[in-house]
């Protein structure tokens, strides 16, 4: 039985973090809504009320309306390919029994150990070769790629712990294996999809090193890297980039706590199983 003590440190360290967490967060909220005159940053608070002006200063200069287009564009192309593809592979690998599945999805896994860093020089080579360096294949494929080895290995975790008697009963029904795969597992995966979706989308949404290096083009830029070129023809403009740094991050925290159930269901699930 928790006794009060515990409750009060538990408590006590959960408060604490919680301050961590959002220190920077208002840091940032309030610096967004400050003067543009002012060199204040930081917890001040603004002068003259908040200045909803920066935001759309921030939108029309550093044309985010392209950027986020982009993005948007990536960005749900990676995230629909990566759950298409991993869902019947990582089915494959952890439900059906055949020859060489063991070392087909450890080269899955081997694509989690490798850092982008060393890989993307080479791809950037490959991908010029082939004629696709800026354009909006040479952010998708790559991502996609990387994504998808995550996928594999954090949905064959989903499968393998499935109840083996609803695949059984499902058989005995007259299930085929692809009636079994989307009328049964997937519905009942919800959560673990859910889980991978928001996680791809985070991912691909901050993805800043393979936008930089493949794209050289303005009409091809993402949000990230379309902020770094901000940032530098606005480096002492502190409201303003404050202002930019909440507007791209705002669909992430829109596609979190739109799935936040499913989300913490699918971690909280995914920790307790295999």
Do not use: C
């Not at 790559?142 to 499935?162: C, E, H, I």
């Not at 299930?175 to 519905?187: G, N």
């Not at 002492?236 to 705002?250: F, G, R």
């Amino acid at each position: 039985m928790t006794t009060r003590l515990e409750r009060t440190v538990t408590y006590g360290i959960l408060a604490l973090f919680a301050v961590i967490a959002l220190t920077p967060v208002i840091g940032i909220l309030s610096t967004a809504f400050g003067s543009q005159d002012s060199l204040d940053t930081g917890f001040s608070l603004p002068e003259g009320g908040p200045h909803w002006s920066n935001f759309t200063d921030a939108w029309s200069r550093g044309h985010f309306g392209t950027y986020l287009g982009n993005s948007v564009l990536v960005t749900a192309v990676v995230v629909a390919a990566t759950t298409v593809l991993a869902v019947p592979a990582a089915y494959a690998f952890g439900v059906m029994r055949f020859p060489g599945s063991t070392v087909l999805f450890y080269l899955f896994v081997i694509g989690l150990t490798l850092p982008q860093e060393a890989l993307v020089v080479p791809l950037y080579f490959d991908l010029r070769w082939a004629g696709l360096t800026d354009t909006y294949w040479a952010l998708i494929l790559p991502q996609t790629a990387q994504s998808l080895a995550f996928g594999v290995f954090w949905m064959r975790t989903y499968f393998r712990s499935s109840a083996r008697a609803v695949i059984e009963a499902a058989r005995i029904d007259g299930a085929d294996t692809w009636t079994t795969l989307w009328r049964v597992l997937v519905p009942m995966g919800r959560p673990a999809i859910s889980t991978l979706v928001v996680i791809t989308f985070m991912w691909t949404w901050n993805e800043f090193l393979m936008a930089l290096v493949m794209v050289s083009d303005e009409a091809h830029r993402t949000v990230p890297l379309g902020l770094a070129f901000f940032q530098g023809r606005h480096s002492s403009d502190a409201a303003l980039l404050a202002a930019a740094s909440v507007l791209i991050a705002l669909p992430v925290v829109v596609v979190y706590v739109a799935l936040q159930r499913r989300f913490v269901e699918g971690m909280l699930g995914g920790a307790v199983k295999e």
